[in-house]
T-cell receptor, first 115, second 112 residues
């Protein structure tokens, strides 16, 4: 266990559904991240939250909407997704400002299937 | 565009031998580099981090960084079947707060 939890672990949704992915870190970190991992492709950074402020949005379609209510929780709200959005969605956290600050610890991921 | 390149493999190594995994990166501003291990169906698990040129050893693992050549490697000594996994190389953007850029990963198979 890395101290980063994600729910649900598996999610199947239709293209018209709205769902949310949840991530919680118990490490006292101040930065959180969403990554997407598709088959045959490298992990793709989606969003970065640094001290609850979104600092990066890697040209992610608006059907993905992140929310970071505090430094321990991160959500990814999903609506009107496409089948090509099916992937493993990974949350990570890190502590910025110390040596080794960039080390990111990943949650177990949510396996999303869009029908 | 920042890129991290890895040979996707599979790389097949006999049990007990040294496995050598390589990675190159394009962003000269990158300062920190990481090796993650990912088993099938699981999330990435940190193996090593390296920030300075040279070698860094941790148990059976040695990470090597050459910033002039923009090259990172991971050596696994006395390879075990449990080391069979995909190894992901990642680099930062120099500022620490922008997330990591990952390679596609090298699939390593340790043959008993």
């Amino acid at each position: 266990e890395t101290g980063v939890t994600q729910t649900p672990r598996h999610l199947v949704m239709g293209m018209t559904n709205k769902k949310s992915l949840k991530c919680e870190q118990h490490l006292g970190h101040n930065a959180m991240y969403w990554y997407k991992q598709s088959a045959k492709k490298p992990l793709e950074l989606m969003f970065v939250y640094n001290f609850k402020e979104q600092t990066e949005n890697n040209s992610v379609p608006s059907r993905f909407s992140p929310e970071c209510p505090n430094s321990s929780h991160l959500f990814l709200h999903l609506h009107t997704l496409q089948p090509e959005d099916s992937a493993l969605y990974l949350c990570a956290s890190s502590q910025l400002g110390r040596e080794g600050a960039d080390t990111q610890y990943f949650g177990p991921g949510t396996r999303l299937t869009v029908l | 565009q920042k890129e991290v390149e890895q040979n996707s493999g599979p790389l097949s190594v006999p049990e007990g031998a040294i496995a050598s995994l390589n990675c190159t990166y394009s962003d000269r501003g990158s300062q920190s580099f990481f090796w993650y291990r990912q088993y099938s169906g699981k999330s990435p698990e940190l193996i090593m981090s390296i920030y300075s040129n040279g070698d860094k050893e941790d148990g059976r693992f040695t990470a090597q960084l050459n910033k002039a050549s923009q090259y990172v490697s991971l050596l696994i000594r006395d390879s075990q079947p449990s080391d069979s996994a995909t190894y992901l190389c990642a680099g930062d953007s120099g500022g620490g707060a922008d997330g990591l850029t990952f390679g596609k990963g090298t699939h390593l198979i340790i043959q008993p």
